[in-house]
């Protein structure tokens, strides 16, 4: 039954103790027999050699136990910000969050983003203050933090009268009671607050120590008592979620899925596909079952080419606002090498591999150039990939030192033309309007040409070669931010080749985009500061130099608050000098702000991988190859 299951995660910024308190959970549940060690390298969501090495999460990690009846299914995520896109996609199979936080750090960088992916996901959040038997360790100032920084209406256990006060002014009835004199009590409380927690109008707040156990039992009642069970209707239509993927060399690709409605069975038809087989977890292992219920996680065999965000069934009964929290988006791009040259066809398909699992990876391969390139969060990322590469492909390789991502644009409106007739036998003509729009659009196809002008098959390959064509504009960056409309255009009844369109669609945009003007765009992260006031000054003196805009400091006692927006290009390895200017009390908090024009003397431009389509002869010859057998860019 949905009522007796909590499907939570468990988040938190790196090194706040999280798999730690995984671990304690796991063990007091009954779920593994003996509790493991991040340090020692034990730990049991810790499965990855470079996890155990490094003593970090690399990968999100399930786990299923039970507390007093109720099954919980948990999943352990990263918390170092390189692997946020894990946190992303870990939210969209749960119903409720632990929020992790040092009782001695309080609330870091990553913290605040992961609590606002949390709110915009509509999961409610119970805060857990680890290490409270640390020298240091403040709870009153976390919890302080917690209220100022992210604006959370935290609701501690061990404040009683705070607690009584705040869970009345979310019920009517009992504040009437309470400014009466007969203030409700004990159980009616604890009711109230978990109405109020999984309306998102209350967080629970916490205290312990993982390690030593301390406040975790404490924890599972508030998760089994507050958190909500899942929202779902197993009599309902199919609709299920896949928040990830996996390969197996015996089984295939295997993909987790978190029902929210319906359910699945083995050969059961999704699609055009058929499920194989669908495990369960059973504390740590996956266990073979023949069916998956509403509200259940489990892994599903036979599913084809799916991919994490794949939803089955009726998108539509999604919750709100699960598949739109975002907090990361890759801001650096890098090439990748084998050491041996010979193994570049297997590199090339272990990356095309990760792509699937990670989409942000974006694996980026250069026919003509022989480059494979992959867009990361930050550099910890390449030492877990050159690891992960070795260990799972058996493959040494080189990263190149990474550059940011830019983006363009177009200034102004303009037409692009193409005319592909010759050499015969070929024929597709196209005439494009482009539009800029507002920061932040993104791309929009429309197609306003009649099926008696354009045949429908021809029409279909324009939309699909639209998004390759436009990776590389003018400047050699990916164009957004941009209206496309096919308004005009003719195909030839017998002189038509079946992908002639497919052909002449990059050289018509390109037209379009060299007549609209290339504008160089750049990432731009809206920050938070906080510094000791003595380094105030030398902070914001920084912040000038890098060309950032910042508002008016705030101070609160010894520290210093101030929000910025910078330029990722000049701003990305200033935590390292932040740290060091600051004795480590500095903490600089970022996420992508959105993309600003910026003059290309300040920018860069990127190479072109492949041909140009404005270069018409060149590309002609090189895609008419490419039609062959080969790729083309």
């Not at 499965?47 to 786990?63: C, D, F, H, M």
């Not at 040259?341 to 990876?361: F, T, V, Y």
Request: aromatic share 6%; proline share 6%; charged share 25%.
């Amino acid at each position: 039954m949905a009522a007796q299951r909590r499907n939570i995660g468990i988040l938190a910024h790196v090194d706040a103790g999280k798999t730690t308190l995984t671990e304690r959970i796991l063990y007091l549940c009954g779920g593994i027999q003996s509790q493991g060690s991040v340090d020692a390298g034990t730990a049991h969501t810790d499965t990855l050699s470079v996890e155990r090495t490094r003593g970090i999460s690399v990968k999100a990690a399930s786990a299923c136990c039970a507390w007093k009846g109720v099954e919980i299914a948990l999943v352990d995520t990263p918390g170092h910000a390189d692997f946020s896109s894990e946190v992303e996609r870990s939210l969209w199979a749960l119903d409720g969050a632990v929020l992790v936080l040092s009782a001695v750090e309080g609330v870091q960088a990553q913290t605040e983003l992961l609590y606002a992916a949390l709110r915009q996901a509509h999961i409610p959040v119970v805060f857990f203050l680890n290490k409270v038997d640390r020298v240091g360790a403040d709870r009153d100032r976390v919890l302080r933090e917690i209220r100022e920084v992210l604006s959370a209406p935290a609701a501690a256990l061990w404040e009683e009268e705070a607690l009584l006060e705040a869970v009345c002014e979310t019920d009517d009835d009992l504040l009437d009671r309470y400014l009466e004199g007969e203030p409700p009590a004990g159980a009616e409380v604890r009711a109230a607050l978990a109405r109020a927690c999984r309306a998102g109008t209350l967080c629970p707040v916490l205290s312990g120590a993982a390690l030593r156990g301390q406040g975790v039992e404490a924890l599972l009642d508030a998760v089994v008592d507050f958190l909500p069970p899942p929202a779902c209707d197993a009599a309902g239509a199919l609709c299920g979620v896949v928040f990830a993927v996996t390969m197996d060399k015996t089984m295939g690709r295997g993909a987790q899925v978190r029902l929210y409605s319906g359910a699945l069975q083995n050969r059961q038809a999704v699609g055009e596909s058929k499920v194989t087989q669908i495990r369960t977890l059973r504390g740590t292992r996956w266990e073979d079952r023949g069916a998956l219920s509403a509200g259940e996680i489990g892994m599903v065999y036979g599913l084809g080419d799916v991919r994490p965000g794949d939803v089955l069934g009726d998108a539509s009964l999604v919750p709100e606002g699960r598949l739109r929290a975002a907090l990361a988006e890759p801001l650096l791009s890098s090439r990748v090498e084998p050491e041996d040259e010979k193994d570049l066809r297997a590199l090339r398909e272990a990356l095309e591999e990760l792509s699937i699992e990670d989409p942000h990876l974006d694996a980026q391969w250069s026919s003509f150039t022989h480059e494979l390139y992959v867009r990361l969060t930050g550099a910890i990322q390449v030492e877990v990939l050159q690891a992960l590469l070795e260990e799972r492909f058996g493959l040494r390789c080189r990263f190149a030192p990474p550059t940011v991502i830019y983006k363009e644009t177009i200034a102004h409106e303009a037409e692009g033309f193409v005319a592909y007739t010759m050499p015969k036998p070929c024929w597709a003509v196209m005439k494009f309007h482009l539009t800029p729009l507002p920061p932040g659009s993104g791309v929009q196809y429309v197609c306003t040409v009649p099926p008696t002008a354009i045949r429908p098959r021809y029409l279909k390959q324009v939309e699909q070669t639209v998004p390759r064509a436009l990776r590389q504009g003018m400047l050699g960056w990916e164009v957004t931010d941009v209206r496309i409309e096919l308004y005009d255009g003719s195909d030839h009844q017998w002189h038509t080749h079946p992908l002639d369109f497919a052909l002449a669609t990059p050289m018509g945009l390109m037209d379009g985009l060299r007549r609209g003007g290339p504008v160089l765009l750049e990432p731009i992260l809206r920050c938070r500061f906080t510094v000791p006031s003595s380094c105030a000054g030398r902070l914001m003196s920084d912040l000038a130099q890098m060309r950032g805009r910042f508002d008016a400091p705030q101070t609160r006692g010894e520290l210093t608050m101030l929000y910025a927006d910078l330029p990722a290009a000049t701003s990305l390895e200033y935590p390292t000098a932040l740290a060091a200017y600051t004795g480590g009390r500095g903490a600089m908090a970022a996420q992508l702000k959105g993309y600003e024009p910026v003059d290309l003397s300040l920018g860069a431009t990127c190479p072109r991988r492949g041909v140009d389509p404005l270069d018409t002869a060149r590309y002609i010859l090189a895609a008419r190859k490419a039609l062959e057998g080969e790729v083309w860019d």
